[in-house]
């Protein structure tokens, strides 16, 4: 089994920047490609990063591209995201999600993620 645990979230004004980390414990080598969710209330999960498992590849969505950046360290077990230039719209928690063997090499979709962190409050105030 793999366990992840997101830290860094908190409360920040508008145009702001905060830092995300993820450390995955357990049975590392079954991590593949990792992600970053997020979820507002009312809203669905929706993804925000991902990041294949050698960082070869990435994907960011309209949203968040050219102000979020995710970035892993393979030998640390640990997963980043920098955020910059917060809005009020990203507030929600945010997963950290790692994929197995058996799931794409890249993927924006909840369901090809295996294991997840137990999420952490981003709030952006106005």
């Known amino acids: 089994q793999v366990q992840l645990a997101e830290s860094g979230g908190g409360l920040v004004q508008a145009g702001g920047s905060l830092r995300l980390s993820c450390a995955a414990s357990g049975r590392t080598n079954n991590i593949y490609a990792m992600g970053w969710f997020r979820q507002a209330p009312g809203k669905e999960r929706e993804s925000v990063a991902a990041?294949?498992?050698?960082?070869?590849?990435?994907y960011y969505p309209p949203s968040v591209k050219g102000r979020f950046t995710i970035s892993r360290d393979n030998g640390k077990n640990t997963l980043s995201l920098q955020m910059n230039s917060l809005k009020p719209e990203d507030t929600a928690v945010y997963y950290c999600?790692?994929?197995?063997?058996?799931?794409?090499?890249?993927?924006?979709?909840?369901?090809?993620?295996?294991?997840w962190g137990q999420g952490t409050q981003v709030t952006v105030s106005s």
């Open positions: 990041i294949s498992r050698s960082g070869d590849m990435t």
């Open positions: 999600a790692a994929a197995g063997r058996s799931r794409p090499y890249l993927s924006a979709q909840s369901i090809n993620y295996d294991y």
